[in-house]
Protein backbone atom coordinates (compact mmCIF):
# COMPACT_ATOMS: atom_id res chain seq x y z
CA UNK A 1 0.00 0.00 0.00
CA UNK A 2 1.63 3.30 -0.84
CA UNK A 3 2.18 6.06 2.28
CA UNK A 4 -0.73 8.67 2.49
CA UNK A 5 1.36 11.62 2.55
CA UNK A 6 4.87 11.03 0.65
CA UNK A 7 6.21 10.78 -2.29
CA UNK A 8 9.06 8.76 -3.77
CA UNK A 9 11.67 11.16 -5.72
CA UNK A 10 12.29 10.49 -9.50
CA UNK A 11 15.64 8.69 -8.59
CA UNK A 12 13.52 5.90 -6.64
CA UNK A 13 12.33 2.93 -8.26
CA UNK A 14 9.54 1.61 -6.80
CA UNK A 15 8.85 -2.77 -7.13
CA UNK A 16 5.92 -4.42 -6.30
CA UNK A 17 5.87 -8.19 -5.85
CA UNK A 18 2.48 -9.73 -6.77
CA UNK A 19 3.50 -12.91 -4.54
CA UNK A 20 -0.12 -13.03 -3.08
CA UNK A 21 -2.34 -13.08 -6.21
CA UNK A 22 -4.30 -16.55 -7.95
CA UNK A 23 -1.97 -17.12 -11.11
CA UNK A 24 -5.65 -18.52 -12.50
CA UNK A 25 -6.81 -15.07 -12.79
CA UNK A 26 -5.82 -11.87 -14.41
CA UNK A 27 -5.13 -8.96 -12.06
CA UNK A 28 -8.50 -6.86 -13.12
CA UNK A 29 -10.31 -9.88 -13.35
CA UNK A 30 -13.81 -8.73 -11.31
CA UNK A 31 -14.33 -12.61 -10.30
CA UNK A 32 -11.49 -13.22 -8.67
CA UNK A 33 -11.34 -11.67 -4.83
CA UNK A 34 -7.78 -12.65 -4.08
CA UNK A 35 -6.33 -10.08 -6.39
CA UNK A 36 -8.23 -7.12 -5.25
CA UNK A 37 -5.97 -6.16 -2.82
CA UNK A 38 -3.24 -5.77 -4.98
CA UNK A 39 -4.65 -4.49 -7.34
CA UNK A 40 -5.76 -1.20 -5.12
CA UNK A 41 -1.86 -1.07 -3.84
CA UNK A 42 -0.85 -1.10 -7.76
CA UNK A 43 -3.34 1.93 -8.92
CA UNK A 44 -2.30 3.39 -5.30
CA UNK A 45 1.18 3.29 -6.35
CA UNK A 46 1.04 3.85 -10.22
CA UNK A 47 -0.60 7.76 -9.05
CA UNK A 48 2.55 8.38 -6.69
CA UNK A 49 5.36 8.15 -8.75
CA UNK A 50 6.02 6.99 -13.06
CA UNK A 51 8.77 4.63 -11.93
CA UNK A 52 7.39 1.65 -11.22
CA UNK A 53 8.26 -2.29 -11.81
CA UNK A 54 6.38 -5.31 -10.58
CA UNK A 55 8.01 -8.74 -9.72
CA UNK A 56 5.63 -11.79 -10.79
CA UNK A 57 5.69 -15.38 -10.30
CA UNK A 58 5.19 -17.77 -12.87
CA UNK A 59 4.84 -21.41 -11.02
CA UNK A 60 4.31 -23.14 -8.11
CA UNK A 61 7.62 -22.85 -6.20
CA UNK A 62 6.26 -25.80 -4.36
CA UNK A 63 6.23 -28.27 -7.13
CA UNK A 64 7.63 -27.06 -10.64
CA UNK A 65 5.95 -29.66 -12.17
CA UNK A 66 2.77 -29.98 -11.43
CA UNK A 67 0.00 -28.36 -14.03
CA UNK A 68 -0.16 -24.96 -13.25
CA UNK A 69 -2.89 -23.27 -15.11
CA UNK A 70 -2.32 -19.81 -15.57
CA UNK A 71 -1.64 -19.09 -19.35
CA UNK A 72 -4.68 -17.36 -19.84
CA UNK A 73 -3.94 -14.91 -17.17
CA UNK A 74 -0.10 -14.02 -18.14
CA UNK A 75 -1.52 -11.36 -21.33
CA UNK A 76 -4.07 -9.42 -19.42
CA UNK A 77 -1.79 -9.12 -16.06
CA UNK A 78 0.76 -7.23 -18.25
CA UNK A 79 -1.20 -5.48 -20.31
CA UNK A 80 -2.94 -4.20 -17.19
CA UNK A 81 0.52 -3.44 -15.95
CA UNK A 82 1.58 -1.78 -19.28
CA UNK A 83 -1.69 0.64 -19.39
CA UNK A 84 -1.18 1.66 -15.28
CA UNK A 85 1.98 2.82 -14.88
CA UNK A 86 4.24 0.11 -14.80
CA UNK A 87 7.50 0.59 -16.61
CA UNK A 88 9.44 -2.95 -16.18
CA UNK A 89 7.71 -6.31 -14.87
CA UNK A 90 10.26 -8.75 -13.97
CA UNK A 91 8.86 -12.81 -14.37
CA UNK A 92 10.25 -15.24 -12.51
CA UNK A 93 9.17 -18.76 -13.19
CA UNK A 94 10.88 -22.04 -12.26
CA UNK A 95 14.57 -21.03 -13.07
CA UNK A 96 15.77 -24.24 -10.93
CA UNK A 97 14.93 -26.49 -14.17
CA UNK A 98 14.04 -26.18 -17.57
CA UNK A 99 11.54 -29.73 -16.74
CA UNK A 100 8.78 -27.68 -14.87
CA UNK A 101 5.32 -27.84 -15.83
CA UNK A 102 5.45 -26.79 -20.16
CA UNK A 103 8.27 -24.78 -19.32
CA UNK A 104 9.55 -24.22 -22.85
CA UNK A 105 5.96 -23.45 -23.72
CA UNK A 106 5.97 -21.17 -20.38
CA UNK A 107 9.18 -19.35 -21.27
CA UNK A 108 7.99 -18.47 -24.94
CA UNK A 109 4.34 -17.11 -23.85
CA UNK A 110 6.09 -14.67 -21.03
CA UNK A 111 8.92 -13.90 -22.98
CA UNK A 112 5.86 -12.76 -26.13
CA UNK A 113 4.03 -11.11 -23.62
CA UNK A 114 6.73 -8.90 -21.89
CA UNK A 115 7.82 -8.19 -25.53
CA UNK A 116 4.52 -6.84 -26.51
CA UNK A 117 1.85 -6.74 -23.84
CA UNK A 118 -0.60 -6.50 -26.42
CA UNK A 119 -0.63 -9.88 -27.03
CA UNK A 120 -2.94 -12.75 -25.60
CA UNK A 121 -0.76 -15.14 -23.80
CA UNK A 122 -3.81 -17.71 -24.29
CA UNK A 123 -2.83 -17.44 -28.62
CA UNK A 124 0.83 -17.59 -27.98
CA UNK A 125 0.42 -20.91 -25.89
CA UNK A 126 -2.03 -22.25 -28.49
CA UNK A 127 0.58 -21.08 -31.32
CA UNK A 128 3.53 -22.64 -29.26
CA UNK A 129 2.11 -25.84 -29.06
CA UNK A 130 1.79 -25.74 -33.53
CA UNK A 131 4.96 -24.91 -33.47
CA UNK A 132 6.77 -27.48 -31.37
CA UNK A 133 4.61 -30.32 -30.93
CA UNK A 134 3.46 -31.13 -34.78
CA UNK A 135 0.70 -33.70 -34.88
CA UNK A 136 0.70 -33.94 -31.15
CA UNK A 137 -0.10 -30.57 -31.10
CA UNK A 138 -3.96 -31.30 -30.43
CA UNK A 139 -4.01 -33.52 -27.98
CA UNK A 140 -1.30 -30.81 -25.96
CA UNK A 141 -3.72 -27.91 -26.84
CA UNK A 142 -6.54 -30.61 -24.38
CA UNK A 143 -3.99 -30.22 -21.75
CA UNK A 144 -3.68 -27.07 -21.98
CA UNK A 145 -7.35 -26.31 -22.20
CA UNK A 146 -8.48 -29.31 -19.63
CA UNK A 147 -6.42 -27.74 -16.68
CA UNK A 148 -8.02 -24.66 -17.23
CA UNK A 149 -11.23 -25.75 -17.31
CA UNK A 150 -10.57 -27.60 -14.74
CA UNK A 151 -9.43 -24.83 -12.63
CA UNK A 152 -12.28 -22.58 -13.34
CA UNK A 153 -14.61 -25.76 -12.94
CA UNK A 154 -13.54 -25.97 -9.15
CA UNK A 155 -13.10 -21.89 -8.44
CA UNK A 156 -9.75 -22.14 -7.38
CA UNK A 157 -7.45 -19.19 -6.91
CA UNK A 158 -4.04 -20.62 -6.38
CA UNK A 159 -0.53 -18.21 -5.72
CA UNK A 160 2.71 -19.48 -6.25
CA UNK A 161 2.90 -21.97 -3.58
CA UNK A 162 -0.15 -23.80 -3.93
CA UNK A 163 -0.59 -27.83 -2.76
CA UNK A 164 -1.99 -30.08 -5.28
CA UNK A 165 -5.51 -29.15 -4.00
CA UNK A 166 -5.44 -25.80 -4.26
CA UNK A 167 -4.25 -26.56 -7.76
CA UNK A 168 -7.15 -28.31 -8.14
CA UNK A 169 -5.78 -31.50 -8.34
CA UNK A 170 -6.98 -35.28 -7.66
CA UNK A 171 -6.66 -38.66 -8.93
CA UNK A 172 -9.57 -38.21 -11.62
CA UNK A 173 -7.79 -35.23 -13.10
CA UNK A 174 -3.94 -37.44 -12.78
CA UNK A 175 -5.92 -40.10 -14.37
CA UNK A 176 -7.38 -37.66 -17.32
CA UNK A 177 -3.93 -36.36 -17.51
CA UNK A 178 -2.28 -39.40 -18.06
CA UNK A 179 -4.61 -40.63 -21.26
CA UNK A 180 -4.29 -37.14 -22.61
CA UNK A 181 -0.57 -37.71 -22.51
CA UNK A 182 -0.82 -41.18 -24.19
CA UNK A 183 -2.60 -39.98 -26.49
CA UNK A 184 -0.28 -37.44 -27.57
CA UNK A 185 2.32 -39.50 -27.38
CA UNK A 186 0.86 -41.57 -30.55
CA UNK A 187 0.29 -38.44 -32.42
CA UNK A 188 3.12 -37.91 -32.12
CA UNK A 189 4.79 -38.14 -36.07
CA UNK A 190 8.79 -38.91 -34.98
CA UNK A 191 11.14 -39.00 -32.46
CA UNK A 192 11.84 -35.68 -31.49
CA UNK A 193 8.56 -34.76 -31.11
CA UNK A 194 7.95 -38.04 -29.15
CA UNK A 195 10.49 -36.51 -26.79
CA UNK A 196 9.46 -32.95 -26.49
CA UNK A 197 5.48 -34.50 -25.25
CA UNK A 198 7.17 -37.19 -23.17
CA UNK A 199 8.81 -34.52 -21.69
CA UNK A 200 6.09 -32.24 -20.21
CA UNK A 201 3.90 -35.24 -19.84
CA UNK A 202 6.24 -35.31 -16.73
CA UNK A 203 3.64 -33.14 -15.18
CA UNK A 204 0.93 -35.55 -15.21
CA UNK A 205 2.99 -38.26 -13.67
CA UNK A 206 4.08 -35.95 -10.79
CA UNK A 207 0.10 -34.81 -10.43
CA UNK A 208 -0.26 -38.77 -10.08
CA UNK A 209 2.21 -39.20 -7.41
CA UNK A 210 0.84 -36.04 -5.17
CA UNK A 211 -2.88 -36.39 -5.73
CA UNK A 212 -3.55 -40.10 -7.28
CA UNK A 213 -2.42 -41.80 -4.19
CA UNK A 214 -4.79 -43.66 -1.62
CA UNK A 215 -2.77 -43.45 1.91
CA UNK A 216 -2.65 -46.88 3.70
CA UNK A 217 -1.64 -47.68 6.89
CA UNK A 218 0.45 -50.97 6.48
CA UNK A 219 1.87 -51.44 10.37
CA UNK A 220 4.25 -49.04 10.87
CA UNK A 221 4.59 -47.68 7.49
CA UNK A 222 2.38 -44.83 5.82
CA UNK A 223 1.41 -46.53 1.85
CA UNK A 224 0.72 -45.18 -1.01
CA UNK A 225 -1.11 -47.13 -2.88
CA UNK A 226 -1.63 -46.03 -6.87
CA UNK A 227 -4.79 -46.87 -9.10
CA UNK A 228 -4.40 -49.43 -11.63
CA UNK A 229 -2.15 -49.34 -14.09
CA UNK A 230 -0.11 -46.96 -12.48
CA UNK A 231 0.89 -48.74 -9.07
CA UNK A 232 4.87 -48.69 -10.49
CA UNK A 233 3.88 -44.54 -10.90
CA UNK A 234 7.12 -43.64 -8.64
CA UNK A 235 9.41 -45.81 -11.11
CA UNK A 236 7.90 -44.09 -14.22
CA UNK A 237 8.43 -40.93 -12.95
CA UNK A 238 11.73 -41.38 -11.91
CA UNK A 239 12.64 -42.43 -14.89
CA UNK A 240 11.00 -39.31 -16.96
CA UNK A 241 12.83 -36.65 -14.74
CA UNK A 242 16.52 -38.14 -15.24
CA UNK A 243 15.90 -38.14 -18.78
CA UNK A 244 14.13 -34.84 -19.08
CA UNK A 245 16.94 -33.82 -16.56
CA UNK A 246 14.38 -32.54 -13.68
CA UNK A 247 17.25 -30.75 -11.99
CA UNK A 248 14.97 -29.18 -9.22
CA UNK A 249 11.50 -30.12 -8.31
CA UNK A 250 11.05 -27.14 -6.79
CA UNK A 251 12.74 -23.97 -5.34
CA UNK A 252 14.63 -25.88 -3.02
CA UNK A 253 14.87 -29.18 -3.80
CA UNK A 254 17.66 -30.53 -5.50
CA UNK A 255 17.20 -33.93 -8.14
CA UNK A 256 19.08 -36.49 -6.25
CA UNK A 257 17.11 -34.94 -2.83
CA UNK A 258 13.87 -35.71 -4.27
CA UNK A 259 14.67 -38.78 -5.53
CA UNK A 260 15.71 -40.23 -2.06
CA UNK A 261 12.41 -38.86 -0.70
CA UNK A 262 10.60 -40.74 -3.39
CA UNK A 263 12.48 -43.75 -2.76
CA UNK A 264 11.64 -43.71 0.53
CA UNK A 265 8.64 -42.46 1.45
CA UNK A 266 6.76 -42.95 -1.82
CA UNK A 267 7.76 -46.46 -2.63
CA UNK A 268 8.68 -47.89 0.84
CA UNK A 269 6.17 -45.96 3.07
CA UNK A 270 6.78 -43.32 5.33
CA UNK A 271 7.75 -44.66 8.95
CA UNK A 272 4.75 -43.96 11.27
CA UNK A 273 3.34 -44.78 14.98
CA UNK A 274 -0.80 -44.65 15.10
CA UNK A 275 -2.68 -43.88 17.30
CA UNK A 276 -6.37 -44.81 17.54
CA UNK A 277 -9.83 -45.16 18.76
CA UNK A 278 -13.16 -45.54 17.61
CA UNK A 279 -13.45 -41.46 16.86
CA UNK A 280 -9.76 -40.62 15.71
CA UNK A 281 -6.96 -41.92 14.26
CA UNK A 282 -3.70 -39.89 14.65
CA UNK A 283 -0.55 -40.73 12.67
CA UNK A 284 2.92 -39.43 13.66
CA UNK A 285 5.53 -39.36 11.05
CA UNK A 286 8.85 -41.57 12.93
CA UNK A 287 11.37 -39.77 11.84
CA UNK A 288 9.94 -35.70 12.63
CA UNK A 289 7.38 -36.34 15.20
CA UNK A 290 5.32 -34.65 13.11
CA UNK A 291 1.30 -35.17 13.26
CA UNK A 292 0.27 -35.94 9.92
CA UNK A 293 -3.09 -37.19 9.84
CA UNK A 294 -6.13 -36.14 12.13
CA UNK A 295 -8.68 -38.35 11.09
CA UNK A 296 -11.92 -38.08 12.51
CA UNK A 297 -13.36 -41.51 11.46
CA UNK A 298 -16.60 -41.70 11.57
CA UNK A 299 -17.21 -38.77 8.74
CA UNK A 300 -13.82 -40.01 7.33
CA UNK A 301 -12.63 -36.06 6.90
CA UNK A 302 -8.72 -35.34 7.56
CA UNK A 303 -8.46 -32.53 9.50
CA UNK A 304 -4.78 -32.07 8.04
CA UNK A 305 -3.61 -31.20 4.81
CA UNK A 306 -0.93 -33.34 4.81
CA UNK A 307 -2.28 -36.11 2.82
CA UNK A 308 -2.87 -33.84 -0.26
CA UNK A 309 0.73 -32.44 -0.08
CA UNK A 310 4.49 -34.40 0.58
CA UNK A 311 4.69 -34.20 4.11
CA UNK A 312 6.38 -31.02 4.52
CA UNK A 313 3.76 -28.77 4.04
CA UNK A 314 0.37 -28.93 6.21
CA UNK A 315 1.83 -31.01 9.09
CA UNK A 316 1.60 -30.35 13.12
CA UNK A 317 5.74 -29.98 14.03
CA UNK A 318 7.84 -28.08 16.57
CA UNK A 319 10.79 -25.61 16.49
CA UNK A 320 13.45 -26.17 19.37
CA UNK A 321 15.17 -23.56 18.58
CA UNK A 322 17.42 -25.10 16.04
CA UNK A 323 17.53 -24.75 12.29
CA UNK A 324 14.40 -26.06 11.00
CA UNK A 325 15.00 -27.47 7.91
CA UNK A 326 12.37 -28.96 5.82
CA UNK A 327 14.34 -30.99 4.21
CA UNK A 328 15.71 -33.43 6.62
CA UNK A 329 14.06 -35.50 9.38
CA UNK A 330 15.19 -33.50 13.00
CA UNK A 331 15.10 -36.62 14.89
CA UNK A 332 16.36 -39.20 15.85
CA UNK A 333 12.79 -39.82 17.74
CA UNK A 334 12.61 -42.01 20.92
CA UNK A 335 8.83 -43.01 20.61
CA UNK A 336 6.81 -45.31 23.07
CA UNK A 337 3.26 -46.41 23.21
CA UNK A 338 0.77 -46.87 26.05
CA UNK A 339 -2.69 -47.81 25.73
CA UNK A 340 -4.03 -44.45 24.50
CA UNK A 341 -1.07 -42.28 24.97
CA UNK A 342 2.11 -42.11 22.73
CA UNK A 343 5.52 -40.39 24.11
CA UNK A 344 7.93 -38.88 22.27
CA UNK A 345 11.44 -38.10 22.90
CA UNK A 346 14.54 -36.54 21.73
CA UNK A 347 17.68 -35.52 23.01
CA UNK A 348 18.59 -31.84 21.55
CA UNK A 349 21.82 -30.68 20.76
CA UNK A 350 22.25 -28.67 24.20
CA UNK A 351 21.77 -32.15 26.14
CA UNK A 352 18.23 -31.36 27.03
CA UNK A 353 15.69 -34.15 26.48
CA UNK A 354 12.52 -33.34 24.97
CA UNK A 355 9.19 -35.18 26.01
CA UNK A 356 5.67 -35.18 23.84
CA UNK A 357 3.06 -36.66 25.35
CA UNK A 358 0.02 -37.33 23.03
CA UNK A 359 -2.79 -39.18 25.19
CA UNK A 360 -6.16 -39.48 23.34
CA UNK A 361 -8.64 -39.67 26.00
CA UNK A 362 -12.60 -40.32 25.07
CA UNK A 363 -13.44 -37.26 27.29
CA UNK A 364 -11.98 -34.88 24.39
CA UNK A 365 -13.06 -36.74 21.69
CA UNK A 366 -16.72 -35.68 20.62
ZN1 LIG B 1 -8.45 -15.99 -8.98
Known amino acids: MPPKHLKPADNVQIQLADIEDCRVHAINDPNCQRNQGFLKDLNGW ?14 DFRYFDLPFPSLKA ?19 A ?45 AVIEYLEFIH ?9 PACFATPRQLGLDREVALKLLSIFEKALNMAENETIRQRVEKISLSAWRT ?17 VYPEPYQNAVDRY ?45 VFDRQNGRIIELLYKPRQINFLLAYEANFRYGTFEEWFGEKMEHKQFVGPWKISKSNNQLT ?10 YQRSLPLTQKILK
Not at 149 to 157: L, M
Not at 210 to 224: I, N, S
Not at 247 to 269: A, H, N
Not at 346 to 352: M, V
Open 238 to 282: IALAEKHKLTMPDERTRWSEFKTILQEQYQKGLPISALENQFWRL
Open 46 to 59: SEKTDQLFIWTYMT
Open 344 to 353: LQRKLENGSL
Open 149 to 157: QNAEQKGIH
Open 208 to 224: LLEAGAEFKVDGDRLKR
Open 94 to 138: HGGSTSGDLSDLRVYVIARCLWNPERDSWQEALDFCRLHYGKAAP
Open 74 to 92: IGPTFNYYAHHGVKGVFAQ
